[in-house]
Protein backbone atom coordinates (compact mmCIF):
# COMPACT_ATOMS: atom_id res chain seq x y z
CA UNK A 1 0.00 0.00 0.00
CA UNK A 2 1.99 2.31 -1.60
CA UNK A 3 1.27 5.96 -0.33
CA UNK A 4 2.25 8.21 -3.23
CA UNK A 5 2.95 6.40 -6.64
CA UNK A 6 4.37 7.68 -9.62
CA UNK A 7 4.37 5.86 -13.14
CA UNK A 8 6.46 5.43 -14.87
CA UNK A 9 9.67 5.19 -12.63
CA UNK A 10 11.70 5.70 -15.88
CA UNK A 11 11.35 7.28 -19.24
CA UNK A 12 13.50 7.79 -22.08
CA UNK A 13 12.33 9.46 -25.02
CA UNK A 14 13.72 11.58 -28.34
CA UNK A 15 13.95 15.16 -28.72
CA UNK A 16 10.18 16.91 -29.43
CA UNK A 17 7.74 14.03 -28.02
CA UNK A 18 4.97 14.25 -25.86
CA UNK A 19 4.95 12.42 -22.30
CA UNK A 20 2.97 12.18 -19.71
CA UNK A 21 3.56 11.26 -15.84
CA UNK A 22 1.12 10.09 -13.75
CA UNK A 23 0.89 10.41 -9.72
CA UNK A 24 -1.59 9.21 -7.43
CA UNK A 25 -1.46 9.32 -3.55
CA UNK A 26 -3.87 7.19 -1.09
CA UNK A 27 -3.30 9.17 2.05
CA UNK A 28 -6.39 11.34 1.59
CA UNK A 29 -3.92 14.79 1.46
CA UNK A 30 -5.70 17.84 0.21
CA UNK A 31 -2.60 19.04 -1.96
CA UNK A 32 -0.16 17.64 -4.21
CA UNK A 33 2.72 19.19 -6.06
CA UNK A 34 5.28 18.45 -8.42
CA UNK A 35 9.38 18.85 -7.75
CA UNK A 36 12.21 18.89 -10.20
CA UNK A 37 15.34 17.74 -9.22
CA UNK A 38 18.20 18.64 -11.84
CA UNK A 39 21.49 17.06 -12.41
CA UNK A 40 23.14 18.67 -9.15
CA UNK A 41 20.53 17.28 -7.18
CA UNK A 42 18.43 20.63 -6.20
CA UNK A 43 14.65 20.24 -5.64
CA UNK A 44 12.60 23.01 -7.14
CA UNK A 45 8.67 23.12 -6.74
CA UNK A 46 6.98 23.36 -10.69
CA UNK A 47 3.39 23.41 -9.55
CA UNK A 48 0.81 23.11 -6.51
CA UNK A 49 -2.63 22.06 -6.45
CA UNK A 50 -4.83 21.92 -3.70
CA UNK A 51 -8.28 20.21 -4.30
CA UNK A 52 -7.74 20.06 -7.53
CA UNK A 53 -7.43 23.81 -8.21
CA UNK A 54 -3.66 25.37 -9.47
CA UNK A 55 -2.45 27.04 -6.67
CA UNK A 56 0.96 27.38 -7.62
CA UNK A 57 2.79 27.72 -10.73
CA UNK A 58 6.45 28.42 -10.81
CA UNK A 59 8.26 29.61 -13.56
CA UNK A 60 8.24 26.86 -15.66
CA UNK A 61 7.85 26.64 -19.72
CA UNK A 62 4.51 25.99 -20.61
CA UNK A 63 4.99 23.09 -22.64
CA UNK A 64 4.30 21.48 -18.67
CA UNK A 65 0.97 20.84 -17.71
CA UNK A 66 -0.21 19.64 -14.71
CA UNK A 67 -3.68 17.93 -14.73
CA UNK A 68 -5.92 16.95 -12.01
CA UNK A 69 -8.77 14.72 -12.38
CA UNK A 70 -9.49 14.41 -8.56
CA UNK A 71 -8.12 15.26 -5.27
CA UNK A 72 -5.89 12.01 -5.27
CA UNK A 73 -4.52 12.10 -8.86
CA UNK A 74 -1.67 15.27 -9.88
CA UNK A 75 -0.60 14.40 -13.67
CA UNK A 76 2.41 16.10 -15.34
CA UNK A 77 2.24 16.42 -19.28
CA UNK A 78 5.32 17.42 -21.25
CA UNK A 79 4.83 18.78 -24.96
CA UNK A 80 7.96 19.20 -27.07
CA UNK A 81 10.65 17.74 -25.20
CA UNK A 82 14.26 19.48 -24.49
CA UNK A 83 17.13 17.69 -23.37
CA UNK A 84 16.98 20.50 -20.90
CA UNK A 85 14.11 18.54 -19.47
CA UNK A 86 15.84 15.91 -18.59
CA UNK A 87 15.60 15.48 -14.85
CA UNK A 88 14.44 13.57 -11.88
CA UNK A 89 10.72 14.77 -11.49
CA UNK A 90 8.81 13.54 -8.36
CA UNK A 91 5.38 14.18 -6.96
CA UNK A 92 4.37 14.80 -3.27
CA UNK A 93 1.61 15.30 -1.03
CA UNK A 94 0.74 17.17 2.80
CA UNK A 95 -1.94 17.04 4.80
CA UNK A 96 -3.17 20.01 7.22
CA UNK A 97 -0.17 21.74 8.72
CA UNK A 98 1.60 18.36 8.01
CA UNK A 99 5.01 17.16 6.15
CA UNK A 100 5.11 16.41 2.61
CA UNK A 101 5.45 12.93 1.64
CA UNK A 102 7.01 11.95 -2.13
CA UNK A 103 6.67 9.60 -4.74
CA UNK A 104 10.14 7.46 -5.84
CA UNK A 105 10.10 9.66 -8.80
CA UNK A 106 10.38 9.81 -12.47
CA UNK A 107 13.61 9.87 -14.42
CA UNK A 108 13.12 11.74 -17.64
CA UNK A 109 16.28 11.01 -20.10
CA UNK A 110 15.20 12.96 -22.90
CA UNK A 111 17.95 12.14 -26.04
CA UNK B 1 12.00 35.14 -0.58
CA UNK B 2 12.85 32.67 1.45
CA UNK B 3 16.29 30.64 1.43
CA UNK B 4 17.91 27.85 2.78
CA UNK B 5 21.50 27.22 2.90
CA UNK B 6 23.47 24.10 3.63
CA UNK B 7 26.91 25.11 3.71
CA UNK B 8 28.68 21.35 4.13
CA UNK B 9 28.42 19.96 0.42
CA UNK B 10 29.82 17.04 1.42
CA UNK B 11 30.02 15.18 5.16
CA UNK B 12 32.04 11.87 6.45
CA UNK B 13 31.33 10.16 9.55
CA UNK B 14 32.74 6.89 11.03
CA UNK B 15 30.11 4.16 12.35
CA UNK B 16 28.62 4.62 15.44
CA UNK B 17 29.74 7.99 15.76
CA UNK B 18 27.87 11.30 15.89
CA UNK B 19 27.80 13.86 12.96
CA UNK B 20 26.17 16.96 13.03
CA UNK B 21 24.83 18.36 9.40
CA UNK B 22 24.10 22.06 9.17
CA UNK B 23 21.52 24.20 8.05
CA UNK B 24 20.45 27.96 8.01
CA UNK B 25 17.39 29.84 6.59
CA UNK B 26 16.06 33.22 5.92
CA UNK B 27 12.27 34.10 6.26
CA UNK B 28 11.00 37.11 8.04
CA UNK B 29 7.95 34.94 8.69
CA UNK B 30 7.31 33.78 12.07
CA UNK B 31 5.01 30.71 11.70
CA UNK B 32 6.97 28.24 9.41
CA UNK B 33 7.98 24.58 9.44
CA UNK B 34 11.22 22.89 9.13
CA UNK B 35 12.25 19.75 8.08
CA UNK B 36 15.16 17.26 7.21
CA UNK B 37 14.61 14.73 4.36
CA UNK B 38 17.36 11.59 3.43
CA UNK B 39 17.17 10.91 -0.44
CA UNK B 40 19.84 7.72 -0.28
CA UNK B 41 20.93 6.28 -3.46
CA UNK B 42 17.50 4.72 -4.25
CA UNK B 43 16.22 8.48 -5.21
CA UNK B 44 13.31 7.93 -2.47
CA UNK B 45 12.95 11.23 -0.53
CA UNK B 46 12.85 9.91 3.00
CA UNK B 47 11.01 12.55 5.49
CA UNK B 48 13.67 11.68 8.62
CA UNK B 49 12.48 14.92 11.27
CA UNK B 50 10.40 17.92 11.44
CA UNK B 51 10.41 20.66 13.46
CA UNK B 52 7.29 23.56 13.86
CA UNK B 53 8.68 26.99 14.56
CA UNK B 54 6.59 27.52 17.71
CA UNK B 55 7.54 24.83 19.46
CA UNK B 56 11.12 26.17 21.97
CA UNK B 57 11.92 22.35 22.09
CA UNK B 58 14.18 20.42 20.31
CA UNK B 59 12.38 17.56 17.52
CA UNK B 60 13.78 13.90 18.31
CA UNK B 61 13.44 11.24 16.17
CA UNK B 62 15.34 7.84 17.74
CA UNK B 63 18.83 8.30 16.56
CA UNK B 64 18.21 11.99 14.77
CA UNK B 65 17.78 14.77 16.67
CA UNK B 66 17.52 18.74 15.26
CA UNK B 67 19.14 21.86 17.19
CA UNK B 68 16.29 24.86 16.46
CA UNK B 69 17.89 28.42 17.39
CA UNK B 70 14.87 30.10 16.02
CA UNK B 71 16.53 33.88 16.72
CA UNK B 72 19.76 32.96 14.49
CA UNK B 73 17.85 31.10 11.86
CA UNK B 74 20.01 27.44 12.10
CA UNK B 75 18.53 24.01 11.99
CA UNK B 76 21.34 21.62 12.41
CA UNK B 77 20.89 17.65 11.90
CA UNK B 78 22.47 15.24 14.61
CA UNK B 79 22.46 11.79 13.82
CA UNK B 80 24.08 9.44 17.05
CA UNK B 81 25.02 5.96 16.18
CA UNK B 82 26.24 6.53 13.05
CA UNK B 83 25.07 3.72 11.11
CA UNK B 84 25.89 2.48 6.94
CA UNK B 85 22.35 3.13 6.22
CA UNK B 86 22.42 6.70 7.13
CA UNK B 87 24.71 7.12 4.19
CA UNK B 88 22.54 9.66 1.83
CA UNK B 89 21.86 13.64 0.72
CA UNK B 90 20.29 14.82 3.03
CA UNK B 91 18.16 18.00 2.34
CA UNK B 92 17.00 20.44 4.61
CA UNK B 93 13.59 22.33 3.64
CA UNK B 94 11.41 24.70 4.55
CA UNK B 95 7.66 25.71 4.39
CA UNK B 96 6.12 28.68 5.77
CA UNK B 97 2.61 27.98 7.36
CA UNK B 98 -0.19 28.91 5.54
CA UNK B 99 -2.93 27.41 8.21
CA UNK B 100 -3.69 24.86 5.97
CA UNK B 101 -2.08 21.91 4.08
CA UNK B 102 -0.71 24.32 1.47
CA UNK B 103 2.88 25.49 1.22
CA UNK B 104 6.13 24.39 -1.06
CA UNK B 105 8.86 23.08 0.41
CA UNK B 106 12.09 25.29 -0.23
CA UNK B 107 15.22 23.24 -0.38
CA UNK B 108 18.65 23.88 0.65
CA UNK B 109 21.46 22.18 -1.88
CA UNK B 110 22.00 19.03 0.28
CA UNK B 111 24.81 17.43 2.29
CA UNK B 112 26.13 14.04 0.93
CA UNK B 113 27.00 12.11 4.31
CA UNK B 114 29.57 8.48 3.38
CA UNK B 115 29.51 6.57 6.52
CA UNK B 116 32.95 4.36 6.90
CA UNK B 117 32.72 0.66 8.74
Known amino acids: DTAVSQTPKYLVTQMGNDKSIKCEQNLGHDTMYWYKQDSKKFLKIMFSYNNKELIINETVPNRFSPKSPDKAHLNLHINSLELGDSAVYFCASSALRGAQYFGPGTRLTVL | ?117
Do not use: H
Open chain 2, 1 to 117: AQTVTQSQPEMSVQEAETVTLSCTYDTSESDYYLFWYKQPPSRQMILVIRQEAYKQQNATENRFSVNFQKAAKSFSLKISDSQLGDAAMYFCAYRKDYGGSQGNLIFGKGTKLSVKP
